[in-house]
T-cell receptor, first 112, second 112 residues
Framework: QKEVEQNSGPLSVPEGAIASLNCTYSDRVSQSFFWYRQYSGKSPELIMSIYSNGDKEDGRFTAQLNKASQYVSLLIRDSQPSDSATYLCAFPGWSSASKIIFGSGTRLSIRP | DTEVTQTPKHLVMGMTNKKSLKCEQHMGHRAMYWYKQKAKKPPELMFVYSYEKLSINESVPSRFSPECPNSSLLNLHLHALQPEDSALYLC???????????FGPGTRLLVL
């Protein structure tokens, strides 16, 4: 079983709608989870981090964490064309917190 | 200064060349990382430096040689690379005690 599973997409969402991105993980030890956004040809940019079960909101972004189900998601409200990018979930590896385990990424496309 | 910088932005080199990639941050972060990213794939960790000491080497071929001259600077020396080494090379850093990593813009490398 892969450590992190993400649907590679592409996920197509109409402008103004809610985009929902999901990630499941197999490591039960991790306490921190991250969402990175990566535009084509650019480097990953941290957009959300979440450490506790429940929801964390930042502007149009909401991260949701369920440690019992080993599931983390990212909701983007009022989707804009500028949200079109690849979204990577990530968490520190169990063998070393310095080692970040990345999901394969979900390609999101917001259609006008 | 709140960013990680990388030079050069682009690099084309032959298989017999020797070149170096440079990464710099002035945020006082004591952990620095090199990643390699191929198209449509997540970043793959290559090396981790913690307090200027190499702490993780992900069994990277010896044609890649990292160096950390001081706490702000990280180099990646390249020698006798292969065409399959063509990729985006990303540097990242993280603050002490934090698992959050901040990425530089990357160097796009093409090996001919």
């Amino acid at each position: 079983q892969k450590e992190v599973e993400q649907n590679s997409g592409p996920l197509s969402v109409p402008e103004g709608a809610i985009a929902s991105l999901n990630c499941t993980y197999s490591d039960r030890v991790s306490q921190s989870f991250f969402w990175y956004r990566q535009y084509s040809g650019k480097s990953p940019e941290l957009i959300m981090s979440i450490y506790s079960n429940g929801d964390k909101e930042d502007g149009r972004f909401t991260a949701q964490l369920n440690k019992a189900s080993q599931y983390v998601s990212l909701l983007i409200r009022d989707s804009q064309p500028s949200d079109s990018a690849t979204y990577l979930c990530a968490f520190p590896g169990w063998s070393s917190a310095s080692k970040i385990i990345f999901g394969s990424g979900t390609r999101l496309s917001i259609r006008p | 200064d709140t960013e990680v910088t990388q030079t050069p932005k682009h690099l084309v080199m032959g298989m017999t060349n020797k070149k170096s990639l440079k990464c710099e941050q002035h945020m006082g972060h004591r952990a620095m990382y090199w990643y390699k990213q191929k198209a449509k794939k997540p970043p793959e960790l290559m090396f981790v430096y913690s307090y200027e000491k190499l702490s993780i080497n992900e069994s990277v071929p010896s044609r890649f040689s990292p160096e950390c001259p001081n706490s702000s600077l990280l180099n990646l020396h390249l020698h006798a690379l292969q065409p399959e080494d063509s990729a985006l090379y990303l540097c990242a850093s993280s603050p002490q005690g934090s698992e959050t990593q901040y990425f530089g813009p990357g160097t796009r490398l093409l090996v001919l």
